[in-house]
């Protein structure tokens, strides 16, 4: 058991989960502590499901997890390296407690950390923050009775799951890009199986765990990450490329003729084939999406809401309103429709799969009628942690006193009749994020010159 005087680094502990240094923050000992804690959170007396990611780290962080876990009395069911998705199916699936997850997403090698889900529901906010207050107190003496460990294969399950749900109208041929993290062993079977005759042609890209992630950075919402997939759609002829990252819950999408499919337009798309199925439907993205997603969706008679970025506040939304879809620029999709509402990669991969095979048309062909517009990169400017939620108050409250029209459930969104521009704190890193859109580039540029003249004034 670790000493009471373990440090807890508090930066580490964020809105939606846990990330640091493996062996610097992140340390066997804490992982013990934060399984001990956990324990006492879960008011379930079912099993605690727990995982990693492909990272060197992982084998000793989950098993310091383990311990902490049975040595509080708690039961654990051990699915191995698995992408986090399967962590939180496997939580539906077995009725378990809620899991543990180790990975750090798609931050750099160096790093791991902890995502949680206490039930069936996500981690985030405050109870991180009441998590590491409980790590912070002193261990108390162990239960008469410790908890036991099963191993399971949850892979078998989840693949019978989704394959059984759905099949495709037609073959394919499909480039995956696991950017060496370990989705590429669930993906790859899965989409082959897709087609009833096995027609289905899966060329596979960096599918060989390594946590060391030797090809590229596992991060799909960076365009020179998907290089390799573009180019390998190209050669193959191939109808579509799906790229995930290190942990296997955000899908990055390249059409046939190697142009990235942003998380917006996917969304755009997954929502068309879901209203058509369910008219009416609420559908669920962010602050940072464009408004033309807004604006198809309503076209389609569904409802269309405008939320705060991150995958726990999404969801939560999605429960509050019932909405059968929902998705982030980031590549987080949620499924409700036909799914358990959590943000998993593979499955919206073979959604795509299935929408783009009921079609007679390329990828790209169905997004032609959408009017085009000019937009910025998502872009991040550095600011300290303690300084920028305030600045975004004080922006909100100048630009509103000059008569603007804004959005404010994220940040601030400045709303005009040709374009918006959104500046929010990030809650993952100290930066403010900056986004524009608008009809025409030199508009886009005026857009964007009006915050950063802003922002310029402030330093």
């Known amino acids: ?30 992982a013990y502590r934060l399984g001990w804690a956990f324990a006492g959170m879960l008011s379930d007396s079912g099993r605690v499901v727990v995982g990693r990611d492909a990272r060197l780290s992982g084998p000793e962080l989950l098993q310091a997890v383990i311990h902490g876990l049975t040595d509080a009395g708690r039961d654990v069911l051990d699915i191995g390296m698995v992408p986090s998705p399967l962590a939180y199916f496997a939580v539906f699936h077995e009725h378990a407690a809620g899991c543990v997850m180790v990975t750090a997403s798609h931050n750099p090698a160096p790093y791991n950390g902890f995502k949680l889900m206490r039930g069936k529901e996500s981690l985030h906010g405050d109870d991180i923050q009441q998590l590491m207050q409980n790590m912070e107190a002193a261990p108390e003496a162990k239960p008469a009775k410790p908890g036991h460990v099963r191993q399971q294969d949850i892979c078998r399950a989840y693949h019978e799951y989704v394959s059984n749900d759905m099949q495709l109208r037609r073959p394919l041929r499909v480039v995956i890009d696991a950017g060496n993290g370990p989705t590429g062993m669930i993906a790859a079977p899965l989409y082959r199986a897709l087609c009833p005759d096995g027609r289905c042609e899966v060329i596979e890209l960096f599918c060989n ?31 579509l490329g799906i790229a995930f990252d290190g942990d296997g819950d955000r899908i990055g999408v390249v059409d046939e003729k190697g142009q990235v499919i942003w998380g917006d337009m996917l969304l755009l798309l997954i929502a068309r084939d879901v209203l058509r199925d369910h008219p009416g439907a609420t559908v669920i993205s962010e602050v940072k999406s464009s408004r033309r997603l807004y604006a198809d969706i309503e076209q389609r008679g569904g409802t269309g809401i405008m939320w705060r970025t991150g995958h726990s506040p999404i969801k939560a939304k999605m429960k509050e309103t019932g909405a059968l879809l929902a998705g982030e620029m980031s590549g987080h999709i949620f499924f409700a429709d036909r799914y358990y509402g959590f943000d998993d990669a593979t499955y919206a991969g073979a959604r795509l799969m299935q929408l783009l095979a009921a079609q007679d048309k390329p990828l790209s062909a169905l997004l032609a009628d959408v009017p085009p517009s000019f937009s910025t990169t998502e872009m991040r400017i550095d600011c300290a942690e303690e300084r920028k939620f305030a600045l975004i108050d004080e922006a909100s409250a100048w630009f509103a006193a000059q008569g603007h029209m804004m959005i404010d459930v994220d940040g601030m969104r400045l709303e005009f009749d040709d374009g918006w521009g959104l500046l929010r704190a990030s809650n993952t890193q100290p930066a403010l994020v900056l986004r524009c859109e608008a009809e025409t580039q030199s508009r886009l540029d005026e857009i964007r010159s009006l ?9």
């Not at 915050?451 to 330093?459: R, V």
């Open 209 to 239: 765990p390594d946590g060391r992630f030797p090809n590229h950075h596992p991060d799909p919402t960076v365009e020179e990450n998907l290089a390799a997939l573009k180019k390998s759609v190209l050669e193959h002829k191939a109808d």
């Open 451 to 459: 915050l950063e003249g802003w922002l310029s004034a402030q330093a």
């Open 1 to 30: 058991m670790p000493s009471p005087e373990l440090t807890i680094p508090h930066h580490a502990f964020r809105e939606y989960d846990i990330r640091g240094i493996a062996g610097k923050e992140i340390t066997v000992e804490l």
